[in-house]
Structures are given as C-alpha cells and as structure tokens.
DNA sequence: CGTGAAGTTGAGTATGCTCAACGGTGGTGG
DNA sequence: CCACCACCGTTGAGCATACTCAACTTCACG
C-alpha cells in the first residue's frame, strides 16, 4: 500500500478528486439534503455559515481512492452522494472491506492522525470535506457537535460488533440474508424504498465485506434465488420476495 | 437471552456484584490505579471529588453477567481489575465475543439506551459504575471528559475493524498468532511485563473470539508450541519465543 | 460486433468443524 | 485422606462448508 498525502492525490492522477459545480459550492451546507444524518445535524441554520467556510466539497469516480491506510488523517469526510468503501489489507493482499458508507454517512475519525484504514469509491461519489484542525476548533465551540460526533461513533461501534458476529459465527447464506437486510434499511433510514435493494457494489467488494470469495457469492445468490426468496433485476437491485425467512436466516435460527 | 434490570441482578442470584470494601469507598477514585487509562483521565484532583459522588464499586466473580443485550443501559462501567468479556448471541446459541475487558478498559457506551452486548466477567474483577444520566450531567460541565471519550470510542472503533480483518480473512494460525500479541501488547501498555502472556480465558471463549471451534484453537496452539514459537506454562501463561515469527503470523505474511 | 471485465457454474480440494474418546485437575464429600 | 466427579483441554477420525482453479456466459462499451 503506497502511503501519500491525501493533498497530492490529483497530482498523481490515480484519482480524480474534483471541486463540485458552482451550484453545490454557493451554499453547500444549507442545501445539503443529508444534513440531518450528519455531524451537522445539531447545528442551527445561521452557525452553517461557519461550517460552509471550513467544508470543501469533492467527488470521486468508481475505484478512486480518497485515502489510504497510514497517510496522515488531515480530514474527515462526510458521504453526500454515492457509495464508499473502507477496508484493510494483510501482508498478502487479503482483503477485508470493513463497511459501505452512503450519503449521510461519516469516515475519517483517527485516533493517533493516522487512517487506520483505506477508503475508495464504489459508485460516482461525493462528499463534504473537513480539515481536521479547522474542525477541531469548530468542536471546541459546539459542543453539541462533540456530542453528536460521539453519538455517530458509538452507533458506528455497534455496527462493527453486529458484523463481528456476522464474520466470526453466520454461514454464508446467513451471511448474505444479513447483507440485504442491512443495505435495505440503510435505504428506508434515508427515506428510500426499503425493496427492490439497490446493491451497487461487485460480487467481490461483497465478498470481501462477507468474508467469503466472489464464487461463493455469486453461489448463494443463486440459491437464494432458487429457493424464490430474492430475484436479481437489472442495474444491480435486488427484490426480496420472502423478508421474513431473510430475517430468520440472519438471526440464525 | 432473558433481559432483567442490573439493579435486580443481585435478588435473582445468579450474580452477586457487591460493594467493595470500605478501603476502596473511602476516596475510590483518588487511589484508582489505573485512571490515566479511563474516562477520568482528563479530571483534575480536585475534579475527581464530584467523580466520587456518583461512582459505585462494583465486584464479579468469575462467570458473573454485568448486563445482557436488549437490557436498559442505565450505567456504563470502567474496568479497574479482572477481565470481562462482551458478546452477541445468535438464535441458536451461537456466540460471537466481541472482546476482552482490561484494567482500565471501558464498556456500556449505548447509542440507543438498550446495551448492544451482553458482558460477563472471565475472571474475579472489580469495575467503577457510572449512572448514566449522572454521567450526562458530569460531561455537560467537562467537555474535556467528552472528548476523552470520543477518543476512547474512536479507538474501539480501530480495534473493532482490526478484528474484522482477523474474522473475515485470517487462518487459524494468523488468529492465534494476533491473539496472543494483542494480549500482551495490552500487558505492556498496562506497564506490565508483555512476555510470558497472561490468558485467562478459556478455550472456549477465545474460540468464540476468533470465530473459531475449541478444538481448533487447542489444535493451533499445540502446533504454534510443537515449531518452537511458545510455549505453554502453567497458570495460562504462554511464553512468546519466536515474536518476529508470531509477528509475521499476524500480519498474513 | 468484438473485446474485456464481471458474474456464474462445475469439479476437486482443504481448512476447520463435528463427534467422540481420553487425560489431567481441582473441588467435594464420604 | 482419598475416591469421585465435573470440567477443561487435547487428540483423533471423518466430514462439510467454503475455497481454488478453470471454463463458460453475460453484459457494458467501444
């Protein structure tokens, strides 16, 4: 994994990160559509003149990378578009995707300013950057911020243990029931249609979030299928015919 | 899973959590050893007063539950000896530990007033409690204790995504291999010595921390100990010979 | 259409699981 | 004090789930 600074990534060219268009930049933050699932979200309309001063926006295309495991953590982001994917690799490019994060979601947290994990778009993607230090001083005076950041890390804790259980102890068919599932309430929570799923992400990114490899993937929705539980439409969505019995394959009864 | 309030624990008799003894309640949080690991960290001496007022003792004994899933989170909890252990459970029992509690380490942080986890101690431990809504008051007043917080928060955040990694792509080996590092680079952290490691748990639980089956993680130490790399003494004390090796294990080399 | 990437399916295999037996250890009660 | 028992850890044999390697199909895009 190459470590570089996240200021120089255009320079490289691997990725493309842009300024968005003129529209987003005039007033970012008070058209964002997502603000109430964001770190912004305790703020009240006339304190986001001061978030608009410190956020830059920025977009990516599908496999950009935004940054890389052990670059120095000099922002953190807030998804407003799109689908972005974290992971960690092993000596041998073993590969573990750790979560996907959708508008309103939020990565970059790190403990010892460095990224503990890499972060690269799935689908064409936005986001809402925050320089960390600048951040730092807008907490400071928000402490409602503070509170919020805290409130969207215990959740995000809660979120690994759940997928702890689903590494260590569901088999493969749990494991996939669970997959929908979630992406299907991670839809409602935004206010979308729960069914058909929009799963926007390749049988290998899936895999290496399931830890199982794209074979077994591709294997079990097939069954999954057969059994008339799901159907796979076009453009990547997933219909649940039977929610209940993906439920109970998800608990593990 | 039967969910009951903590406060009735101690009637129904199947954990006894008691006041610890006089010489602790007299200034707790003044002799508390091991603070510069815990949420009073940021406090003064002068602070840890109103820390006093609403802090209680708390003393389990091996097998003891602290507070089971689904359970009203009225309180959360700061180590200060023994280990404790947190876990999820499938519907058919499966069970996945999500991790291993220290001195110093910190538990019961519940995004939705409901714990996430069930906790149990592994060996006799002493905790700190903290009501909650005692608490909430005491970080309204101490944004530094927020902060602190969020850091520690945000650093289970890491751990948790490093155990992804271990559950989702590693071997039995590489499991073992980064169990017993982690164990003993907490020895270290805790100023203790990192070499021979102390492993209090059983087979059972580490199994059911690495995703693995009892047998296999006996299976795994016998050969980790067969090539010279540990060995195993009494008292569940390992010996790390051959670090760089356990090491390379670790980091899927 | 032609090409390359992504997805699916098949055959054989291996890692870790299941089921079972056995040995050591610590606690208990005769 | 020692026999007994339960629990834990270890080892073995056989097996199953998911992996590997490979071929083929589908799809998006030029």
């Known amino acids: 994994m190459s470590t570089f600074d996240i200021k120089t990534i255009g320079a490289i060219g691997a990725a493309r990160p842009r300024p968005a268009g003129s529209d987003a930049d005039a007033s970012p933050c008070g058209a964002c559509t997502v603000r109430h699932l964001t770190i912004c979200?305790?703020?009240e309309d006339?304190?986001?003149?001061e978030m608009n001063r410190i956020v830059s926006s920025?977009?990516?295309?599908p496999g950009d990378p935004?940054?890389?495991e052990g670059e120095p953590a000099n922002?953190?982001?807030n998804v407003t578009a799109g689908a972005i994917k974290v992971y960690k690799l092993l000596g041998d490019g073993?590969?573990?995707v750790t979560g996907f994060l959708f508008a309103g979601d939020f990565l970059g947290?790190?403990?010892?300013?460095i990224y503990a994990y890499s972060a690269e778009a799935v689908t064409h993607a936005t986001l809402c950057r925050f320089q960390r230090r600048k951040l730092e001083v807008l907490l400071e005076r928000y402490p409602r911020m503070e509170k919020r950041l805290l409130g969207m890390a215990s959740h995000e804790l809660a979120v690994a243990q759940e997928q702890m259980l689903l590494l260590g102890r569901k088999t493969a068919k749990e494991k996939l029931a669970s997959f929908l599932l979630n992406l299907s309430k991670r839809l409602v929570q935004r206010g979308?249609?729960?069914n058909p799923v929009s799963v926007p992400m390749n049988r290998t990114d899936i895999g290496d979030y399931l830890g199982l490899t794209t074979e077994t993937v591709s294997r079990t929705f097939t069954q999954l299928r057969q059994s008339g539980i799901i159907s796979l439409n076009n453009g990547g969505k997933v219909e649940i015919h039977d929610r209940d019995v993906l439920e109970e394959f998800a608990q593990g009864f």
Chains 1, 2 share one sequence.
């Not at 947290?109 to 300013?113: G, H, K, S, T, V």
């Open 75 to 77: 922002a953190v982001y």
């Open 94 to 96: 073993r590969r573990q």
């Open 192 to 194: 979308q249609k729960g």
């Open 58 to 61: 920025l977009e990516l295309d």
């Open 41 to 43: 979200a305790p703020l």
């Open 66 to 68: 935004l940054f890389d």
């Open 46 to 49: 006339h304190e986001l003149s």
């Open 109 to 113: 947290l790190a403990n010892d300013d």
